[in-house]
C-alpha cells in the first residue's frame, strides 16, 4: 500500500517571500502522479500543481513549483512571493496511474499561514 | 452543475440516529470518491465507483457505512446508528475517466454527531 507523509504541521511565512513545504511517500510503483492541492476554510479542495512520475522535469504552475525526487520519494512544494491568499492547508496525495483502483491517497496536510 | 454539489453543506444529528449524505458529481465524470477529513487529520478513503464496475469498498470503517451511485450520477453515503466519532467533514470527488484527469472535489459535508 501507498503512504504520504507530510511531517510539518504548520508552517508560517512573511508575505512576498519563498517557502517550501515537504511531503514524502512510499511506493512499488513507477507510474504514478503526485499532487499538491489546496483546502481554504471554504473546505474546498483545489488542485494546485501535478506531477506525472514519469517526467523528470518538475511541474511548475505560476508561483507554484514542485522539487521531485524520485529515487528519494520525495515531492516538495515551494511558494514563491507568497500571498495572504496562499494562507490554507495543503495536502501531498498520491495516485496511481495504473490498476482498476486509482484512489488519492492523502498525506495528514500541512497548515500555512501568511504574515503581512 | 458546473462542479461538484454536495449537501447538506452542515448536519447535526443525535447519536444513534441514520444520516445521509448526498454527492452531485459533476456531469460525465465516471468516477466518484468518498474521503472522510477527521479534525486535524488528512483525507481518509471511504469508498470509490467507476462506471458500471464494483465499487471498492475497502475504506468504509464499518458496516454502519454503505453508499450506492444510482444511474451513474448522484452518490449518497449512508451512516446507521450514527456514534459520535464519525463527526467529520465528508468530501466528495469526481473524475472523468482516463488515468490522468484531476479530481474535483465538492466543499464537502460536516457532520456532527451530539
Known amino acids: 500500500a501507498q503512504t504520504v507523509t507530510q511531517s510539518q504541521p504548520e508552517m508560517s511565512v512573511q508575505e512576498a517571500e519563498t517557502v517550501t513545504l515537504s511531503c514524502t511517500y512510499d511506493t512499488s510503483e513507477s507510474d504514478y502522479y503526485l499532487f499538491w492541492y489546496k483546502q481554504p476554510p471554504s473546505r474546498q479542495m483545489i488542485l494546485v500543481i501535478r506531477?506525472?512520475?514519469?517526467?523528470?522535469q518538475n511541474a511548475t504552475e505560476n508561483r507554484f513549483s514542485v522539487n521531485f525526487q524520485k529515487a528519494a520519494k520525495s515531492f516538495s512544494l515551494k511558494i514563491s512571493d507568497s500571498q495572504l491568499g496562499d494562507a490554507a492547508m495543503y495536502f501531498c496525495a498520491y495516485r496511481s496511474r495504473t490498476g482498476a483502483n486509482s484512489k488519492l491517497t492523502f498525506g495528514k496536510g500541512i497548515t500555512l499561514s501568511v504574515r503581512p | 452543475g458546473a462542479g461538484v454539489s454536495q449537501s447538506p453543506s452542515n448536519k447535526v444529528t443525535e447519536k444513534g440516529k441514520d444520516v445521509e449524505l448526498r454527492c452531485d458529481p459533476i456531469?460525465?465524470?465516471?468516477?466518484l470518491y468518498w474521503y472522510r477529513q477527521s479534525l486535524g487529520q488528512g483525507l481518509e478513503f471511504l469508498i470509490y465507483?467507476?462506471?458500471?464496475?464494483?465499487?471498492?469498498k475497502s475504506g468504509l470503517p464499518s458496516d454502519r457505512f454503505s453508499a450506492e451511485r444510482t444511474g451513474g450520477s448522484v452518490s449518497t453515503l449512508t451512516i446507521q446508528r450514527t456514534q459520535q466519532e464519525d463527526s467529520a467533514v465528508y468530501l466528495c470527488?469526481?473524475?472523468?475517466?482516463?488515468?490522468?484527469?484531476?479530481?474535483?472535489f465538492g466543499q464537502g459535508t460536516r457532520l456532527t454527531v451530539v
Open positions: 456531469s460525465g465524470h465516471t468516477a
Open positions: 470527488a469526481s473524475r472523468f475517466r482516463g488515468s490522468n484527469t484531476e479530481a474535483f
Open positions: 506531477q506525472e512520475a514519469y517526467k523528470q
Open positions: 465507483f467507476q462506471g458500471n464496475s464494483a465499487p471498492d
